[in-house]
């Protein structure tokens, strides 16, 4: 036997809240002691450690490491911390071996734990890095990133950012690797190490290798239609559209250079693809929006329900709810969009109180001063802030929407914006004027938020033609028709899912590409 195939090591994992000790402290450890002949069942040591006194764990690190409030409240000194990982290194015996995957991120935040702890940054163990073995084993892999090497490994796919799971991740990977070093003839961590040392004889591909067969890919059909990338548990990690579905599915495929690595690290876990064939491209659009819904795959980021809301306000437009009733009629809109940005400045003109994006210098005096710029430029003096009147404050920007595109066309406003803001027209303008063109802007863009939301409810209920097929689609509250089959059709209110529906309906109206009946 081997010392590689038959010495336990240590695999650890450490969550931060930055990418080095100067920017960021220590969050959890995680490790494991495995046997190269048996890894599992894999027995995980999970620990989340007190954060310094005055530091706060920002709210994005929270949510991409799934840290609960009940862990944080059972975190632990990190001196104690330090105590068990020293009590588990002693379990390896002498000339611990401890692999990380990236260590070099480890590395930083151990040394400086150690540093902490005994007044020094040398390790009393010898640590590999299993990412930078795998990139001299399999260079022409997409990516190495532990995502990527546990799904190229036949792992079942783990979405979750947890320190568990990367461990677990990272056990398998190791595992994996050791027969591959055996085959090269390295048996020991003395050889290993030396051969991490010389200079790597590999070039950069000029094609990476996958797990699909070219041949497979290229008998894929050119139909519209939604594709699946399957990891070899066959969980779906992406799903996507098409307008050839060939075409699309084997541009993920091509080239080396200027690749997304999120992607890459995605293409490196994939074994199978699954495609769906459509009539159109917008029945391919529709499906997606449902099946991303449905599968929730870890690689989207668009059209994914999440945390994702819509809200629907009373008649007078000062409170919202979440759910649409005799009440909570106006909707739907987004939680934070255009409508509620211009109801946020009335309130903050009424109350004097100054908003979270208003410019440098920005007082209660000068946005007032705007204000009255703006009404006097719109010839709306009688005008009165408050959110009593917030109707006819919404009435006035659909007129104000209504004369910029009699100037400049339907649905060009953002278009224009973006070509104005090149210009540098507003920078020898007062703070008082530039906020009066602010606040115009917002008036406009509200109004279009508002125009969409009515524009969706008549889509709602609705008969439509797609003109390239002349086929025709009906609509039962928010639903398709063929869809309901035989069952009874419920209202069970308008939803995420309707909106998302919807609003890829209403992109195809304004196109051209639909047609209501």
Known sequence: MHELSQKKVLIID?????????????????????????????KIEKWTLKIPEHEQIPAKIRRLLQIT????????????????????????????IVIAHYAQFESSFLKQFYKEHLGTDQFNFELFCSQKIAKRLFPNLPSHNLKAMAGFFKMPNTPKNEVSSHVAMTATVWSELIPVLISQNIFSYSSLSGWLSTKSKAI??????????????????????????????????????????????????????????????????????????????LEAALLES?????????????????????????????????NKD??????????????????????????????????????????????????????LESLKIDRTNLRNILFIAYKMLQGFEKIHGKGGFQ????????KNLEDELSLEQKFANKIARIFIRAAETKRKSRQLNLLYNSSIMIYSTQKKITLINGEFEDHLNSRPIKNNGFNLHHYDRLSLLLSAKIKKVIVSE
């Not at 211009?342 to 001063?369: N, P």
């Open 14 to 42: 450490c969550q931060t809240t930055g990418m080095h000790p100067s920017n960021g402290f220590l969050l959890q450890l995680g490790w494991s002691i495995i046997n190269p002949q048996k890894i599992h069942p894999l």
């Open 69 to 96: 409030d009940e862990e944080l409240s059972q975190s632990i000194e990190p001196s104690s911390v330090f105590g068990k990982l020293q009590s588990t290194l002693k379990k390896l015996g002498p000339e611990p």
């Open 204 to 281: 950069k591909p000029y094609q990476f290798e996958y797990n699909i067969e070219r041949l497979m890919r290229l008998e894929i059909t050119t139909k519209p239609g939604v594709y699946r990338m399957l990891a070899k548990d066959k969980s779906i990690l992406y799903v996507g559209k098409a307008t050839s579905l060939k075409s699309r599915v084997n541009s993920y495929f091509r080239g080396v250079k200027n690749r997304d690595r999120r992607k890459l690290e995605m293409l490196a876990q994939v074994w199978d693809i699954e495609t769906i064939e459509c009539e159109t491209p």
């Open 290 to 322: 449902d099946e991303i819904k449905k599968w929730n795959p870890p690689y989207n980021v668009l059209l994914k329900a999440g945390n994702r809301k819509i809200i629907f306000y009373n008649y007078e437009f000062t409170q919202f709810s979440e």
């Open 326 to 379: 005799a009440t909570f009629f106006n909707g739907p809109f987004k939680p934070y969009d255009e409508l509620m940005i211009l109801l946020e400045l009335i309130e903050a003109i009424e109350t004097k109180k100054l908003l979270t994006y208003s410019e440098e210098g920005m007082t209660a005096d000068v946005m007032s001063a705007a204000w009255n710029i703006f009404r006097s430029t719109y010839e």
């Open 415 to 422: 278009k224009w914006w973006v070509h104005e803001k090149k």
